[in-house]
């Protein structure tokens, strides 16, 4: 069975920094790619950040320079470190783990910006 668990979300500040975790099981991790998605209230499901396992990344263009992903394949973990976050960062967080054959989501951790 894969699970994906995301987990590090939560309330911040704007100008403040939170870094999401997702743990996978049930999968080979070091062959999948690891992305991070994020849904708005009333937006579509966007990426925001890939990495292979090859140390490849991409990021959407709203959150290059402040945000990082990172894995650790030994941990089976993925990881978003998220600076300088802004209002308009507040979304639902998923964790994403895909091949050319399978994809797989983790339920979802809450990050919302706000003073």
């Known amino acids: 069975q894969v699970q994906l668990v995301e987990s590090g979300g939560g309330l911040v500040q704007p100008g403040g920094s939170l870094r999401l975790s997702c743990a996978a099981s049930?999968?080979?991790?070091?062959?999948?790619?690891m992305a991070w998605y994020r849904q708005a209230p009333g937006k579509q499901r966007e990426l925001v950040a890939g990495?292979?396992?090859?140390?490849?990344?991409n990021y959407a263009d709203s959150v290059k320079g402040r945000f990082t992903i990172s894995r650790d394949n030994a941990k089976n973990t993925v990881y978003l470190q998220m600076n300088s976050l802004k209002p308009e960062d507040t979304a639902v967080y998923y964790c994403?783990?895909?091949?050319?054959?399978?994809?797989?989501w983790g339920q979802g951790t809450q990050v919302a910006v706000s003073s």
């Open positions: 994403n783990a895909h091949t050319a054959f399978d994809t797989y």
């Open positions: 049930g999968i080979i991790f070091s062959r999948y790619v």
């Open positions: 990495l292979t396992s090859g140390g490849m990344t």
